[in-house]
């Protein structure tokens, strides 16, 4: 039971951040009120259900750190407090067993989200937090929480608050990064939000646009050399679409791409068609006699391209260098796709950007405002998929959570 003296803290955005903030928080003996624009909570995590809720990865610590790129130092703290083997342990604290895919990557084992997230609510309920939905947070007047509710604006006075507002992609889930205005006039330093794990724009023919959107193109290997020479190359597959490329190899490459495209104004990925072929094979096999059938048959006996890969090809090659094997060859080992521009970060899986980290201490406070902590995809980190976006949020706002608990308590 909370009493007058008990500290009340403001758990502002009820994602996997904020949830895990309130859940720390009141474990700490702290009062909590949870607000949430939306008419419920952890809208995002349930959509990420439906791709099976890859929670986190298997991979060894020394390769996990590397996926948060620049941030892999902050990262590392983070998975001291909360790795992906504690995120395990506490889904099966609600009742979730796990799973190691083939990938490495870790799902609940009925590859559902909203068994997770009905438990974890009704956990959170019993042990007191309190829910505030249709709560749209506005901003600060002073040292109040502003926000819009269906009865009016209601103002609150926290005595801690932790932040956890999301990224910018899906807005339609709750999350659409307009808490950057009032951050930046709090002056804290927000990075501006962009796509991250997104497509990317391609000027593709009409032909292609026409016959092949929705075609996956697999196994392919896609190398990208980054303006300061860093090669980086992953084998999967993804999709062409009506605007360009999707897909989780176009996503593990995002963010060199995007920020190589904003640079130079484009980016060009290299795909290897055919990995499991070497280009003498194809030299040789595309060689042949091809008697009486036709180009294109011939093309695709001799290679074992599908139609969509074929379609790629005349992306690019023009009709004449289809008669030389050399150059169709060389074509199918090293296709150059330009890419134009990223697609919106509406669109996208994640956002990169958000509040820098350098504005904050390592318990993950502003320094610009005492007693506000600030945690998951609105901070400035970004990640590939493939579990590690979910269990940063995790962990940051279990770090957020227990911190405010703590500068409490120190406060009397
Ligand atoms: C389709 C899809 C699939 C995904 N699949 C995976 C996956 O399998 N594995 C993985 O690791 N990651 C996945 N992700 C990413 C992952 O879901 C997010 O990184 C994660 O949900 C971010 O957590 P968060 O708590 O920081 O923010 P969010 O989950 O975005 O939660 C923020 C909350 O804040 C609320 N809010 C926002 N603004 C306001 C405001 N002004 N006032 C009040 N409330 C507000 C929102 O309504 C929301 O409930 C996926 C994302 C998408 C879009």
């Known amino acids: 039971m909370s009493t007058p003296s008990t500290p009340r803290l403001a758990v502002v955005g009820g994602g996997p951040a904020g949830l ?3 859940e720390a928080a009141i474990a700490a003996g702290v009062d909590v009120d949870l607000y949430d624009r939306m008419g419920s909570v952890g809208r995002k995590l349930l959509i990420a259900g ?16 590397t996926r948060y790129g620049a941030r892999r130092d902050a990262a590392a703290r983070w998975l001291d407090v909360f790795d992906a083997d504690a995120l395990r342990a506490w889904a099966r604290g609600l009742g979730i067993e796990t799973f190691v895919g083939t990938s490495g990557r870790v799902f609940p084992s009925d590859l559902k989200a909203a068994p997770l997230l009905r438990g974890w609510v009704r956990r959170l309920r019993a042990e007191g937090v309190r829910f505030h ?9 002073g040292d109040a929480l502003l926000f819009t509710a269906p009865a009016g604006e209601v103002r609150v006075m926290p005595d801690a608050a932790v932040f956890a507002l999301g990224g910018a992609s899906w807005p339609v889930l709750g999350s659409d990064g307009t808490w950057a205005a009032p951050f930046e006039a709090a002056g804290v330093d927000v990075a501006t939000l962009a796509p991250s794990n ?7 023919s009409p032909f292609l646009r026409e016959h092949h ?7 392919v290997v896609a190398t990208f050399t980054a303006p300061d020479g860093t090669r980086l190359t992953r084998q999967g597959e993804f999709v062409l679409s009506a605007y360009g490329i999707e897909g989780s190899l176009v996503y593990a490459l995002s963010a060199a791409l995007r920020d190589t495209i904003e640079a130079r104004g484009h980016a060009t990925l290299e795909l290897d068609l055919t990995p499991q072929r070497d280009q003498a094979a194809l030299i040789r096999d595309l060689s042949r006699p091809r008697g009486k059938r036709s180009r294109s048959e011939h093309l695709r006996r001799a290679t074992g391209l599908d139609a969509a890969k074929i379609a790629l090809l005349h992306e690019v090659l023009p009709r004449d260098a289809f ?8 074509a199918i080992k090293a296709l150059p796709l330009v890419l134009r521009s990223a697609r919106p970060v509406a669109e996208a899986i994640s956002s990169a950007g958000g509040v820098r980290l350098e504005g904050l201490d390592d318990t993950l406070m502003l320094r610009a405002r005492p007693g506000s902590f600030v945690a998951g995809e609105m901070l400035d980190w970004e990640a590939p998929t493939g579990g590690y976006l979910l269990t940063a949020c995790f962990a940051t706002g279990l770090i957020a959570g227990r911190a405010a ?8």
């Open 213 to 219: 959107a929705g075609a996956p193109i697999k196994p």
């Open 50 to 65: 439906k791709g099976g809720l890859n929670l986190t990865h298997s991979e060894l610590r020394e390769a996990f750190v």
């Open 405 to 412: 608990a703590a500068w409490l308590r120190a406060r009397g």
């Open 20 to 22: 895990m903030a309130a």
């Open 323 to 330: 008669d030389d094997a050399h150059r169709v060859a060389a």
């Open 133 to 141: 939905v249709q709560h749209a947070w506005k901003g600060w007047d």
């Open 198 to 204: 997104c497509g990317f724009d391609v000027e593709w």
